[in-house]
């Protein structure tokens, strides 16, 4: 089972910057928080992911908190094509036996 | 960007016949898996596969659900006697040894078992 909790939706204007949460208070110390998001159909896509510091690439930016009980994942400016479902998920980095274990994601609606 | 690729994207297949759904890793990655995703439900594990082995599988993988890697670029899922109930989104993701971009995912081959 997922290890993690998100709300089942949420929405944001396009253009604003969109905070989506994630709690996972069991995480384990060589756990990473991954986020990964959906676009109807398609396969799950990487977006970000992080140990304990807070982390920022080309897509999002990942706040962890300090416990690393939760977290949250930031798009800075969100566009229409945004619109998906957002996965967060802890798993070891690496090992054979990684895998990541997918809950039900929080669905993000984008509006003009 | 590196891709995974999966083929066919969608396949129609009778109950009770064998379908082999087949996907290209990215080159110098060395896991594998298989997901599933049934219409309106979540992304389901099915199985790991590293070092010409199964790593895990899930409860769904059953004796009717086999993988394999025959010529180091391939990694292929085979469902011996399809049900309905098969009838889902199968994807395919590999990741290397060290964290690039993670977890890499195909498109998906769309199974429908009639």
């Known amino acids: 089972d997922a290890k993690t909790t998100q709300p089942p939706s949420m929405d944001c204007a396009e253009g604003r910057a969109a905070n989506l949460p994630c709690n996972h208070s069991?995480?384990?110390?060589?756990?990473?928080v991954y986020w990964y998001r959906q676009i109807h159909s398609q396969g799950p896509q990487y977006i970000i992911h992080g140990l304990k510091n807070n982390e920022t690439n080309e897509m999002a930016s990942l706040i962890i908190t300090e416990d690393r009980k939760s977290s949250t994942l930031i798009l800075p400016h969100a566009t229409l094509r945004d619109t998906a479902v957002y996965y967060c998920?802890?798993?070891?980095?690496?090992?054979?036996?990684?895998?990541?274990?997918f809950g039900k994601g929080i669905t993000l609606s984008v509006r003009p | 960007e590196p891709e995974v690729t999966q083929t066919p994207s969608h396949q129609v297949t009778q109950m009770g016949q064998e379908v082999i759904l087949r996907c290209v890793p990215i080159?110098?990655?060395?896991?594998f898996y298989w997901y599933r995703q049934i219409l309106g439900q979540k992304v389901e594990f099915l199985v790991s596969f590293y070092n010409n082995e199964i790593s895990e599988k899930s409860e769904i993988f059953d004796d009717q659900f086999s993988v394999e890697r025959p010529d180091g670029s391939n990694f292929t899922l085979k469902i011996r006697s399809t049900k309905l109930e098969d009838s889902a989104m199968y994807f395919c993701?590999?990741?290397?040894?060290?964290?690039?971009?993670?977890?890499?995912f195909g498109s998906g081959t769309r199974l429908t078992v009639v």
């Open positions: 998920i802890v798993s070891p980095l690496t090992g054979a036996n990684s895998k990541l274990t």
């Open positions: 069991t995480i384990s110390g060589n756990e990473y």
């Open positions: 080159s110098n990655h060395l896991y």
């Open positions: 993701a590999s990741r290397g040894d060290t964290f690039n971009y993670g977890y890499t």
